[in-house]
């Protein structure tokens, strides 16, 4: 089945970078679009970066744009998250996400998420 697994996450300071991971399993990696969502506290879950499956094709919230890249490699069935320049309100839970499409029906697929706070 389909699994998605991230990593990287942390507390950092202001100003500082973190790199997220997310693996794969269960399915054509590289066949498919990735993206990462997140969740601040009180806050609606908001799309923060996506990456399709075999071009170079990203879009990123308006949010991070600049300072946030999306990047994966699929011989290791994994899409990155770089996140620089962080600020306080960029804390919230990192999500990995995809999607599968069988018999005209939309199947999202989520991680456990990963947990960011920046904080001094």
């Known amino acids: 089945q389909v699994q998605l697994v991230e990593s990287g996450g942390g507390l950092v300071q202001p100003g500082g970078s973190l790199r997220l991971s997310c693996r794969g399993s269960g399915f054509v990696f590289k066949n498919y679009y990735m993206s990462w969502y997140r969740q601040a506290p009180g806050k609606e879950r908001e799309f923060v970066a996506g990456?399709?499956?075999?071009?170079?094709?990203?879009n990123y919230a308006d949010s991070v744009k600049v300072r946030f890249t999306i990047s994966r490699d699929n011989a290791k069935n994994t899409v990155y998250l770089e996140m620089n320049s962080l600020k306080p309100e960029d804390t919230a839970v990192y999500y990995c996400y995809t999607y599968q499409v069988r018999d005209g029906l939309r199947y999202p697929y989520w991680g456990q998420g990963t947990q960011v706070t920046v904080s001094s």
């Open positions: 990456m399709s499956g075999i071009s170079d094709f990203t």
